[in-house]
Nanobody, 123 residues
Framework: QVQLVESGGGLVQAGDSLRLSCAAS????????MGWFRQAPGKEREFVAA????????YYADSVRGRFTISRDNAKNTVYLQMSSLKPEDTAVYYC????????????????WGQGTQVTVSS
C-alpha cells in the first residue's frame, strides 16, 4: 500500500513558476513509477508527466514539454513537478500517482492516487 499526499498548489499569475511535491508513504516508493495528472473543471483527467523508478526516464505531455520538469528523490520518498511559464490553461487539480509498471501516460496503469492539489493561473 502506498499513500500519496500532494502539496505546493496555489494561485499564481501567468508566467510564474510553481513546484508541486508528492510525498509517499511506505518503504517501496523507489520501486514505483510515478506520474502527474491534472483535471480541469468539466474535463477528463489528463496526463502531465511521468518518471521511472530510477528517475532516468521521463515522459511529458506535449502541452507541458519544455515548461514542466518531473523529478524524484527516492531517499525522501518524494516526487516533484517543477512548473514554469504557467498559463491559464494549466489551471487544474493536479494529482500524483504511483504504479508498478513502466512510466506511462495511461491513467489506468497507476494503482495509487493522491487527493490532489489545486493550481490556479490567472491571466
Amino acid at each position: 500500500q502506498v499513500q500519496l499526499v500532494e502539496s505546493g498548489g496555489g494561485l499564481v499569475q501567468a508566467g510564474d513558476s510553481l513546484r508541486l511535491s508528492c510525498a509517499a508513504s511506505g518503504r517501496t516508493f523507489s520501486s514505483y513509477a510515478m506520474g502527474w495528472f491534472r483535471q480541469a473543471p468539466g474535463k477528463e483527467r489528463e496526463f502531465v508527466a511521468a518518471i521511472s523508478w530510477s528517475g532516468y526516464t521521463t515522459y511529458y505531455a506535449d502541452s507541458v514539454r519544455g515548461r514542466f520538469t518531473i523529478s524524484r528523490d527516492n531517499a525522501k520518498n518524494t516526487v516533484y513537478l517543477q512548473m514554469s511559464s504557467l498559463k491559464p490553461e494549466d489551471t487544474a487539480v493536479y494529482y500524483c500517482a504511483a504504479g508498478k509498471g513502466p512510466p506511462s501516460g495511461w491513467r489506468y496503469e497507476y494503482d495509487y492516487w493522491g487527493q490532489g492539489t489545486q493550481v490556479t493561473v490567472s491571466s
